[in-house]
């Protein structure tokens, strides 16, 4: 069995003319959702998870209000793509489970093609947790939606 968690990046500042989109802090909005999903988080993952992380400022200082050690992963800077991500979290091969915080539209794609939708039906609200779980079903494995959780309902 695995899970792979997808934890999108919280409310982060517009973009200044001149500035990199990657150096994008989060709001004082954005600051509240990422602590609030860490909490919630905190209580709900399992030992031994791994976590990774895009390189950019606002994916990490999201990671960060969680607490826990991750990696930063260029694979899951914004213009990648689903598959990088799969490949990356060793889905489905791996066991145990993933956290991957990073951005749309790639989270979306990613949770899209495992559950079969059209890409455009699946978008991840800033700051939400999408929670995937591959397990054994008679004599196949099947993904299932674990939970989804928003910030902004805690």
Do not use: N
Not at 32 to 40: S, Y
Not at 99 to 104: A, K, R
Not at 133 to 154: K, N, Y
């Amino acid at each position: 069995m695995m899970d792979l968690i997808l934890w999108r990046h919280a409310e982060a500042e517009e973009i200044r003319e001149g500035q990199d989109d990657l150096d994008r802090p989060l709001t004082a909005r954005g600051e509240k959702q990422a602590a609030r999903m860490a909490a919630w988080l905190d209580r709900q993952l399992p030992d031994g998870l791994r976590m990774l992380c895009s390189p950019a400022r606002r994916t990490e200082a999201t990671a960060k209000a969680l607490g826990r050690k991750y990696k930063l992963r260029a694979e899951l800077l914004p213009g990648g793509s689903a598959q990088d991500l799969l490949e990356l979290s060793q889905w489905p091969k791996s066991k145990g489970a993933v956290l991957v915080v990073g951005h749309q539209p790639m989270l979306g794609q990613a949770v899209a093609g495992l559950l079969g939708l059209q890409a455009q039906e699946c978008t991840i609200r800033k700051g939400s947790v999408w929670w995937l779980r591959q397990r054994p079903r008679l004599d196949t494995m099947e993904t299932i939606l674990f939970a989804v959780q928003s910030p902004d309902f805690l």
